[in-house]
């Protein structure tokens, strides 16, 4: 079965850093496309990054230079750095596998239940 | 980032036919496919469509999705109280290499 487990939210203050985790069961990471997507409060779905088949990596302009997303094969885990935090970042942060065989899309079969990022001072 | 122009809202009564719309540009829709989600409150997204017209296992063929240029749509037939939830569409954008979602509508079941 395939489950995505997301961790590393909290509150932390603008401008802090935060990495967040997702531990990926049921499938190789480095198999699939795998891409963070976030939600604010009581708003719309919000494209954040993806790690491409061909471990090419595209932003959002709103983290690009801020965020950075990576795995680690040995631990099946999909990881994203945030810095630079700042309070429009307030959001739940989901993880979601892409389709295999594709480098990249925007069809995500699988998604973990989010983790909650709240910047605020 | 750019979004897909989706209603905030739809409505229906059970056993009503219901089509929410999703548009684009070239770029996006024009040149990839759309893949639609639904998202109950508090739960993640879950993939409702994808490849513009195909359904996942599981999901009830009163569900379909068609795509036409720049425009795509998702219809429900016979709508039932457990459609009631939001439905995002999506696409790939060959100019900002990334993926966009549409601001999503809320179906309401009347």
């Known amino acids: 079965e395939v489950q995505l487990v997301e961790s590393g939210g909290g509150l932390i203050q603008p401008g802090g850093s935060l990495r967040l985790s997702c531990a990926a069961s049921g499938f190789t990471v480095s198999s699939n496309y795998m891409s963070w997507v976030r939600q604010a409060p009581g708003k719309g779905l919000d494209w954040v990054s993806i790690l491409s088949g061909g471990d090419r990596t595209y932003y959002a302009d709103s983290v690009k230079g801020r965020f950075t997303i990576s795995r680690d094969n040995s631990k099946n885990t999909l990881y994203l750095q945030m810095n630079s935090l700042r309070a429009e970042d307030t959001a739940v942060y989901y993880c979601?596998?892409?389709?295999?065989?594709?480098?990249?899309?925007?069809?995500?079969?699988?998604w973990g239940r989010g983790t909650l990022v709240t910047v605020s001072s | 980032q750019s979004v897909l122009t989706q209603p905030p809202s739809a409505s229906g009564t059970p056993g009503q036919r219901v089509t929410i719309s999703c548009s684009g540009g070239s770029s996006n829709i024009g040149s990839n496919v759309v893949n639609w989600y639904q998202q109950f409150p508090g739960s993640a997204p879950k993939l409702l469509m994808y490849g513009n017209n195909q359904r996942p296992s599981g999901v009830p063929d009163r569900f379909s999705g068609s795509k036409s240029g720049t425009s795509a749509s998702l219809a429900i037939s016979g709508l039932q109280s457990e459609d009631e939830a939001d439905y995002y569409c999506?696409?790939?954008?060959?100019?900002?290499?990334?993926?966009?979602f549409g601001g999503g509508t809320k179906v309401t079941v009347l």
């Open positions: 979601a596998r892409g389709t295999r065989g594709y480098s990249y899309g925007s069809r995500y079969d699988s």
């Open positions: 999506a696409a790939w954008d060959d100019s900002l290499n990334g993926v966009i």
